[in-house]
């Protein structure tokens, strides 16, 4: 319910501020005064689309804001999923720059005009002469079905069965894809993870053929290498350990002749260490290098397999070749297996099917039954509209599963006595789309918690006994729901709860409109008005408060 709206720096609106009763609020006003204007600055706040030209004052932003009572309407769920702040009253602001920059928030949070526009058609519902085409279209009519039928319940279940189904018919199709595609690989797997699997590959091996390999190729040398080093450290009269050995004693003197040489004496012992180990390691290395042309020839003709093997599937180390070797293992064994995971995926898929299938006739039988109630309903609803020959009928098909169902219906519709009935786009003229789309509100007010409804100059084209029936019938809907409607006929705005009042001021350089909630005296005047002009006469007065007190 709307609680608060707040207009700023829109077209003729410098700053107007409304707040509207939780029942029916009546709005009236000249042509041209601005109640068209305010329409247009509620659209802006459920999602449509503006530009800088909606600003009364140009270097100025226009900000229109409404605060909203949401208790009722279960969109917790919404919240969470675009996650934003669910917090009562609920507060939605749209702003326009004067750059022409647009931007959106809920609860001070910024949301995209998409968001904007699926909360607001939650809160509010516009209602116009020109906005009743959505009565044709069968999806709309499917879901008034629903809700005076009651099937949410067995909706829920079928969508939920519906979304089963779907999802396993997606993976046996995608199976017998795949199965096509395997089985034009299969043999070139095969033969690509026999020619991997022949090879054994073992994680860094590479690395260790590699090094084997340079040394293999280069065995004599290093072995006349570290000969000669060895050589130089341990001959018995030139040699680098000999040396070392006279140094260690002449080391061993200075301590002997002065303490602080014992450091130094201690360090030269750790080097003279490192170096015996160090030749200790070279002739164990000159034990361990082989020359060895036969083992040369193996560590060559593995790595130039290797070689080719990543050449060919565009790799370079042992370990992706091995993940190609496992992918392709995947692959075969699946192909080998396929036969029983097809027949997996159809049984899975066939039985889905029968459950939503089921699910979906249970929902079709709930529809179905309602429709004499419902056509009833609504030839009593708008005979009292002054369509005495009106009549409504369903027409059903079975369609292939959908998101909604099993079912098409097709609302028909004759204005006239004798006229075959047809589809309502073909043969409802815009004023009886109109009564036919309020009706149904009238009808949808018990079954389920409405958006605040707007009702724009819906009384357009009708008088007398027609417009007091519609307006009665305003009184029952907003015993539960909020209406805001807007009229040019004084019976139908007498009936209000609340009476408001747009105008033009003009006592400023730049005309604006303003609205103000009318007294009882107020109403009296402007009601006389509305009967009898600018200068009511006394009798329009006293028919003013007729209407008031009736």
């Known amino acids: ?62 900000v229109i804001e409404g605060w909203f009572e949401i208790g009722e309407y279960g969109l917790k769920d919404f919240f969470e999923e675009h996650e ?34 699926e909360l607001g058609s939650r809160l509010m519902d516009v209602h116009s002469q020109h906005d009743t085409l959505l009565l044709g279209e069968g999806s709309y009519q499917l879901g008034l079905v629903d809700a005076f039928s009651g099937t949410s319940a067995e909706l829920t279940e079928y969508k939920e069965r519906f979304k089963a189904y779907r999802k396993a018919k997606e993976h046996w199709e995608d199976l017998k894809k795949k199965a096509i595609e395997l089985q034009k690989e299969a043999d070139f797997n095969q033969f690509q993870l026999e020619e991997l699997s022949a090879l054994s590959l073992v994680a860094g091996e590479q690395e260790e053929l590699e090094s084997n390999q340079e040394i293999l190729e280069n065995a004599e040398e290093i072995k006349s290498k570290i000969h000669e080093i060895v050589g130089l450290f341990q001959d018995d009269q030139f040699g680098v350990l ?84 496992k992918d392709l293992a995947d692959r075969v064994f699946e192909f080998q297996n396929l036969d029983e995971s097809l027949e997996k995926a159809e049984k899975e898929f066939h039985q889905a099917e029968k459950l939503m299938i089921k699910s979906g006739e249970a929902l079709t039988a709930k529809r179905k039954s309602c429709f004499s109630s419902f056509e009833k309903s609504m030839e009593s609803l708008l005979h009292r509209l002054g369509m005495e020959n009106a009549k409504i009928k369903f027409e059903h098909q079975s369609i292939q599963p959908s998101t909604s169902g099993l079912d098409q219906i097709e609302m028909l519709f004759s204005a006239n006595k004798g006229s075959q009935l047809q589809p309502l786009k073909k043969v409802a003229s815009g004023g009886e789309f109109s009564r036919l789309l309020f009706a149904i509100k009238y009808l ?107």
């Not at 022409?100 to 949301?111: A, C, E, I, L, T």
């Not at 018990?446 to 357009?460: C, G, N, Q, S, V």
Request: some cysteine; hydrophobic content about 40%; aromatic content about 4%.
């Open 84 to 117: 934003l702040d669910y917090e009562e009253p609920c507060i939605i602001r749209r702003e326009i720059s004067p750059s022409g920059k647009s931007r959106s928030f809920v609860n001070d949070s910024p949301v995209l005009l998409e968001v904007l526009k």
């Open 444 to 550: 949808m007010a018990d079954k389920m918690a409405l958006p605040t409804l707007i009702f724009d100059e819906i009384d357009t084209g009708i008088s007398g006994e027609v417009a007091l029936q519609m307006v009665r019938m305003m009184k029952d809907i907003a015993q539960n729901h909020q209406i805001i409607c807007i009229t040019h006929l004084p019976q139908v705005a007498a009936k209000g709860d609340l009476h408001y009042f747009v105008y033009k001021d003009n006592s400023a350089a730049k005309t604006v409109s303003k609205i103000k909630l009318l007294d009882e005296n107020e109403r009296v005047q402007e009601l006389a008005k509305m009967i009898a002009g600018a200068q009511p006469s006394g009798s329009a007065v006293e028919s003013a408060k007729e209407l008031l007190a009736n």
């Open 242 to 325: 000999q040396g070392l050995w006279q140094i260690q004693q002449q080391l061993h003197n200075l301590e002997r002749l002065a303490h602080k040489f014992s450091e130094i004496k201690e360090r030269f012992y750790s080097t003279l260490i490192e170096l015996k180990d160090l030749v200790a390691t070279l002739e164990e290395e000159d034990l361990n290098v082989e020359v060895d042309f036969e083992k040369l020839e193996e560590t060559r003709e593995r790595l130039s397999k290797i070689y080719q093997l990543q050449k060919k599937h565009g790799v370079l180390t042992v370990e992706e070749l091995i993940a190609i070797e």
């Open 1 to 62: 319910m709307l609680k608060t709206l707040s207009i700023s720096n829109y077209a003729l609106i410098d700053d107007l501020h409304m707040q509207p009763g939780s029942g029916l609020n009546m709005v009236t006003g000249e042509t041209g005064a601005g109640k068209s204007i305010m329409l247009g600055a509620v659209g802006l706040l459920l999602g449509k689309r503006a530009d800088t030209k909606v600003l009364l004052h140009e270097d100025r932003k226009c």
